[in-house]
């Protein structure tokens, strides 16, 4: 996996260095209390570096509807993908900004025979999140991390996003990030691998001054251990067993980690 420094720009650098030949389609995913509205400024970027370029934010769960049931999104936002890459013979790449991109893994997962590129993550809670932020404490206000466990892993809280991608010792009882993860046993591991395994590029963008995903390296499937010290990808179970495909990614020379320093990614929002 390699490493950079972000630059605004460089996302214009990626999409160049994915499309050898004619522009393909991009098409955005947005996260938790978000919709296509705050993608006007990153849609004007990827226009400007490549004019012609269709970009398409997906238009569903917006602001507090995103809060729904992940799963319920992700059957949504599967019928609108397949729709657009119908479309489409030569592919096209996948945007997906922070609950976007826990959405997105599933979707490439689930989705057989798609044909996408590029996977573009960005500071998403791919490993997870474990920390009070801003975002949680509009959710769970006056609740400490220790205790969310408490209100996500019964029925109401499974049904809730956040709670669906919540990392603790209790993970083992969700309904979603341990099933995508292949943290937890299920009959369709080897056709998600599959399916997941058929992206040509994954793109992690994350880094320190997130301020939202904790720890910020889940952006890059790193997480915490029992002792709360970060454990890089490399050094993950399901990294290690290759469950989901993660590893041969890394090995193909596919896999790119970025590291973003201030919070650059605010600055392609609105």
């Known amino acids: 996996m390699k490493s950079s420094v972000l630059?605004?720009?460089?996302?214009?650098?990626?999409?160049?260095?994915?499309?050898s030949e004619a522009y393909k389609p991009v098409i955005i995913v947005h996260g938790l209390f978000d919709g296509p509205k705050q993608f006007k400024t990153l849609t004007g970027f990827i226009q400007k570096a490549h004019p012609g370029t269709e970009v398409t934010a997906l238009d569903m769960f917006d602001d507090l509807f995103s809060l729904r049931p992940l799963w319920t999104q992700v059957k949504s936002f599967r019928s609108a993908l397949e729709s657009r890459l119908n479309r489409t013979k030569d592919g096209a790449h996948l945007i997906c900004f922070s609950q976007g991109g826990v959405i997105c893994r599933a979707l490439l997962s689930v989705i057989q025979n798609h044909n996408i590129h590029s996977f573009?993550?960005?500071?998403?809670?791919?490993?997870g999140q474990y920390g009070g932020t801003d975002y949680l404490k509009k959710i769970?206000?006056?609740?400490?991390?220790r205790d969310v466990y408490k209100l996500c892993y019964w029925k109401f809280g499974q049904g809730v996003?956040?709670?669906q991608y919540w990392n603790d010792k209790y993970l083992k009882h969700s309904n979603f990030?341990?099933?995508i993860n292949g943290e937890k046993d299920h009959k369709d591991t080897d056709v998600w691998r599959k399916n997941f395994l058929r992206i040509k590029k994954l793109v992690l963008i994350g880094g320190p001054d997130d301020g939202v995903i904790t720890p910020w390296q889940s952006s890059h499937f790193g997480f915490y251990n029992s002792n709360e010290t970060v454990v890089e990808m490399r050094k993950q179970q399901f990294y290690s067993s290759d469950v989901f495909?993660?590893?041969?990614?890394?090995?193909?020379?596919?896999?790119?980690?970025?590291?973003?320093f201030a919070n650059c990614i605010q600055d392609w929002l609105v």
């Open 120 to 127: 573009i993550a960005l500071s998403s809670p791919l490993a």
């Open 161 to 163: 996003s956040i709670c």
């Open 140 to 145: 769970f206000p006056n609740t400490l991390k």
């Open 177 to 179: 990030l341990a099933l």
């Open 7 to 19: 630059h605004p720009l460089l996302l214009f650098l990626l999409l160049s260095y994915f499309t």
């Open 245 to 260: 495909g993660l590893k041969t990614l890394d090995a193909r020379g596919t896999c790119l980690s970025v590291n973003m």
